[in-house]
């Protein structure tokens, strides 16, 4: 669902706290599913009210004001019609329940790899090949590494010059770092174009923690 702005949070070496901790399962194929697959869920937001009594369950917001428990009933049904697919919510399992992580597509063809990517046949596919051969193996097999629901790496940094480069190329003026639900924004000021990658196996500090960078 679309991010939101913190200005503090909690870092764990599972990353920040709170984040992904639940996911949408559709149950159509059977596979956790993020906003790639499921691009309305960029009209939701879920939030840990401070106050809750149940601070482990978030509500979930609809673009008409109403905000339901995660777990809730009611809140699968009004999910899956607003994202045109039959889901339930569900919070993190263990590392151990491989079959919930589980990719529900076995083969994950050149013509898939760039729909999940988001890649299309003009563009040059990303270079993978800094992720190792044993994660990207692991990635072909589970929606989401096992014990996370994370993409692939428990944070996510962002720069506001890849934001720009991202809006001079796609001629869309108003790109939001909310959609791209980075953990981390990073001002970088007047630099130009995509600096992350150069930032590989580099150490920044951010707070009390410190983060290594990997592309």
Not at 22 to 31: I, M
Not at 125 to 135: C, N, T, V, Y
Not at 186 to 192: F, L, R
């Given at each position: 669902m679309v991010g939101e702005d913190q200005r503090e949070v909690t870092v764990t070496e599972a990353g920040v706290l709170g984040d992904r901790?639940?996911?949408?399962?559709?149950?159509?194929?059977?596979?956790q599913q993020?906003?790639?697959?499921?691009?309305?869920?960029?009209?939701?937001?879920?939030?840990f009210p401070e106050t809750s009594e149940r601070?482990?369950?978030?509500?979930?917001?609809?673009?008409?004001g109403v905000f339901l428990p995660a777990d809730a009933l009611e809140t699968a049904d009004r999910v899956s019609e607003h994202v045109g697919a039959r889901v339930e919510l569900v919070s993190l399992r263990q590392h151990g329940d491989?079959?919930?992580?589980?990719?529900?597509?076995?083969?994950?063809?050149?013509?898939?790899?760039?729909?999940e990517l988001g890649v299309t046949a003009r563009e040059s596919?990303?270079?993978?090949?800094?992720?190792?051969?044993?994660?990207l193996?692991?990635?072909?097999?589970?929606?989401?590494?096992?014990?996370?629901?994370?993409?692939?790496?428990?944070?996510?940094?962002?720069?506001?010059?890849?934001?720009?480069f991202v809006s001079e190329r796609s001629g869309n003026p108003h790109i939001d770092a909310r959609r791209y639900r980075a953990n981390v924004v990073?001002?970088?000021?007047?630099?130009?174009g995509?600096?992350?990658p150069a930032w590989e196996n580099a150490a920044i500090d951010l707070g009390d923690c410190r983060v290594r960078l990997e592309a």
């Open positions: 901790s639940w996911a949408v399962r559709n149950l159509d194929v059977g596979e993020g906003a790639r697959k499921l691009p309305k869920l960029l009209r939701l937001r879920a939030w601070p482990d369950t978030p509500l979930i917001g609809f673009p008409d491989a079959a919930h992580f589980r990719n529900a597509s076995r083969t994950l063809d050149a013509p898939k790899l760039r729909e596919a990303p270079d993978l090949s800094s992720l190792g051969f044993r994660k193996v692991q990635l072909g097999k589970y929606a989401t590494p096992p014990g996370t629901y994370f993409d692939v790496y428990p944070m996510h940094v962002l720069t506001t010059s890849s934001l720009r990073i001002d970088t000021g007047d630099a130009d995509l600096l992350e």
